[in-house]
């Protein structure tokens, strides 16, 4: 096939196309392009060392293939299970996020989106079609080739084959049909006694109905919605029949972080106290929580993991909450690891941030959750074992084939904790709408729980007192930093307390929930308005006000969050611990770090910091790690510029991590507006298929 520029140009013929082409006529050429984009951080450089990787492969190959390639690679770290060849070409600096922004004086370097304006989208598909490193996605040959063309979407060959074992596995369990009891409207109606107030669809009911059908369904909501109190009614409507025949089911329950799992352990173990059921059935209703890797059976140092197809999870249900957090990787390992009779049930919050890995698994499968898309059939079934009517629910009606998935999806309508009063769930509604300016309205005439601060400059000392002191409302109002640290001093056991008593655990214990009660949560890592220049900056205050002591690394108080899995000390990513000093046996007191364990047990565990080597300070985190968490008061700080990474999702995570009280910092406006009309759009395959 001939290579020349011309073939490369869609018409008219244009001089500025042919300069930008230029790169394209020699995969030498290209590569010395994306190594001054790696330079500039347009790219990573594990891009740029797969592109080498393919050139190796193929000595010579077509520069367009390369380029496609590189995006590709690119996307994946971005969050994309793929690369969009047509959005990319009709959108580039949005579709691939580059350059990054406030950065756009290239200079004499060429952008990216110049050189994508020059090419013919059809042309481009033909010549990465026709390349031996890539595979038809529509063809079963060719298993060797590293990269998969389908449709538009430009795949690695690893995340192709992702998608399509999740695409597989739950096809094959949403058309698995469960024996579902002869008497389940009975069962459901002593599960949901005294059901939903007067004119609202008791939708934690339906969710229960729907998933005694399949072995696979999702419950989806909100904060506050419901969704731990529904799956543990489900799990006593599927354990019940079970257990009066003799055989009890074997349920596990499982959340992505350390944190989650811990919240859940607490949750769930609440719950089922609550239950108005027999103590037997109660009995064999799991409360301990595992985390995924962990239920696994996680190998150091691989990506692999001891229960895979050839080896299953010895289990008969299972649920997994925080859903939006799994990756696409991570959802294929657990579908292929569990048995294929096995039901699974995710919990999660459709409209909270993605994983930070590739994938927004959550997302896809429950695209028209909001809409119902339930078929005549299904939503006759419910009135009829749900005993209600959803004539009047909104929903709209489905299609078996299209919309088969959509009959195992039920989302949670109704917020317990952000009633219709509630200027937390408000905001957050209004931002999920995407409606800036509404958000706006409620920022400026805010009530109770809402507080808005428009900085006047980096050094606003007005900010420094919301870090120390709170919203000033006094020791019942939000808090501040000063509160977790006015606790640890008030309430440390007395001198001469013996290192075994249990004082101190208990003094650690109300530390650490304390510390709980404010929580600076930052969009980006970098930059004075991020977690690196805000974690200095609350130190700096806290030093200055007499209640830290900044001069070492390790200090009294000094609040770390773990970011790695240590398997060896029972700590899990995302787990926060503090800085405390103790006693040991011969009297002297040293340093050690106070968790608290994850069991659900309300109990602390303590570990030399020099044991601690994947921790950071925590006074502010990013929002995507506080997923899983709460805090009774939560402040978001957002950049002074508009980054790619902010988005509806992001701001409406931070809002819905506030139990009573939520404030937004803005270093400069118009920031919070072009965010919220911002959108997460992870690009994948999966959203496209008839599941």
């Known amino acids: 096939m001939s290579r020349t520029l011309d073939d490369l140009l869609p018409t008219p013929l244009q001089a500025e196309h042919l300069a930008a082409l230029a790169p394209l006529a020699d995969s030498r050429d290209l590569l010395a392009l994306l190594d001054r984009w790696v330079e500039r951080g347009w790219l990573r450089a594990l891009d740029r060392a797969f592109v080498s990787f393919l050139a190796e492969r193929e000595p010579g190959g077509d520069p367009l293939v390369l380029l496609a390639a590189a995006l590709a690679s690119h996307q994946l770290g971005h969050g994309h299970v793929c690369l969009d060849l047509e959005q990319t070409l009709a959108e580039p ?64 060959r690893r995340y192709w084959r992702y998608e399509r074992r999740v695409d597989h596995s739950l096809q094959q369990r949403i058309a698995t049909h469960e024996a579902i009891p002869h008497d389940l409207p009975a069962r459901l109606a002593q599960l949901f006694e005294g059901g939903a107030p007067a004119g609202q669809v008791d939708w934690q009911k339906l969710a229960c109905a729907l998933a005694t059908r399949a072995a696979f369904s999702i419950v989806t909501g909100g904060p506050g919605t419901g969704k731990t109190t529904t799956v543990v009614r489900l799990l006593a409507l599927l354990q019940g029949p079970a257990v009066e025949q003799g055989r009890p089911l074997r349920i596990r329950l499982a959340a992505p972080t350390g944190k989650a799992a811990a919240r859940l352990t607490e949750s769930i173990g609440q719950q089922v106290e609550r239950l108005q059921v027999d103590a037997t059935l109660r009995a064999q209703i799991p409360t301990e929580v595992s985390t995924v890797h962990r239920l696994l059976g ?125 200027g937390i769930g408000r905001l957050a509604r209004w931002v999920n709408l995407q409606q800036a300016e509404q958000a706006r309205a409620l920022l400026s005439l805010p009530p109770d729980d809402v507080f808005g601060l428009a900085l006047r400059g980096e050094h606003d000392r007005a900010f420094d007192r919301l870090l120390l002191e709170g919203l000033g409302r006094g020791e019942e109002g939000p808090q501040g930093y000063r509160s977790y640290l006015r606790t640890l001093g008030r309430h440390r056991p007395a001198p001469g307390t013996p290192a075994d008593a249990s004082e101190w655990e208990h003094w650690a214990a109300r530390v650490l929930g304390s510390f709980e009660g404010f929580q600076l949560l930052c969009a980006v890592r970098r930059g004075a308005w991020g977690v690196e220049g805000l974690n200095e900056r609350v130190a700096r205050v806290l030093h200055g006000a007499g209640l830290i002591d900044t001069r070492l690394p390790w200090y009294e108080g000094r609040p770390v969050l773990v970011t790695r899995n240590d398997y060896g000390l029972g700590l899990m990513n995302g787990d926060i611990g503090i800085a405390l000093r103790l006693p040991d046996e011969t009297g002297e007191t040293s340093l050690r770090v106070a968790f608290a364990r994850n069991d659900g047990s309300g109990g602390v565990r303590f570990v030399l ?58 270093p400069r406006a118009g920031v919070f507006e072009e965010a919220v009309k911002r959108k997460v759009r992870r690009i994948s395959g999966l959203a496209l298929e008839n599941i």
């Open 93 to 156: 600096d949005f579709a691939l996020s580059l350059p990054p922004e406030g950065d756009a004086l290239a200079g004499p370097l060429l952008l990216p989106s110049q050189l994508l304006a020059a090419l013919e989208p059809a042309l481009w598909r033909q010549r990465i079609a026709a390349s031996g490193l890539v595979a038809d996605g529509d063809s079963a040959g060719h298993e060797a080739r590293p990269l998969v063309l389908s449709a538009q979407r430009l795949y690695l």
């Open 298 to 422: 996680s190998r150091p140092g691989s990506r692999h993991f001891r229960h895979h197809a050839g080896n299953p999870l010895p289990l008969d249900v299972l649920v997994v909450d925080e859903a939006s957090m799994i990756d696409l990787e991570m959802m294929a390992n657990l579908l292929d690891a569990l048995p294929s009779r096995a039901r699974l049930v995710l919990l999660g919050d459709k409209d909270q941030l993605a994983s930070v890995e590739a994938g927004a698994v959550l997302g896809d499968l429950c695209r028209y959750a909001e809409e119902g898309r339930y078929t005549a059939a299904t939503q006759a079934w419910l009135e009829q074992v749900g005993g209600q009517s959803l004539h009047d629910s909104g929903l709209l009606p489905g299609d078996a084939q299209q919309h088969a998935l959509a009959q195992q999806v039920v989302m949670l309508r109704h917020s317990r904790r952000f009633g219709e009063g509630s």
């Open 609 to 666: 910091p020099s044991r601690l080597n994947e921790v950071e300070t925590v006074f502010a985190m990013t929002v995507h790690k506080s997923q899983g968490s709460e805090f009774s008061h939560t402040a978001l700080v957002l950049p002074d510029a508009l980054n790619p990474v902010l988005t509806k999702e992001l701001i409406y995570t931070g809002i819905t991590r506030a139990k009573a009280c939520f404030s937004l910092i803005e």
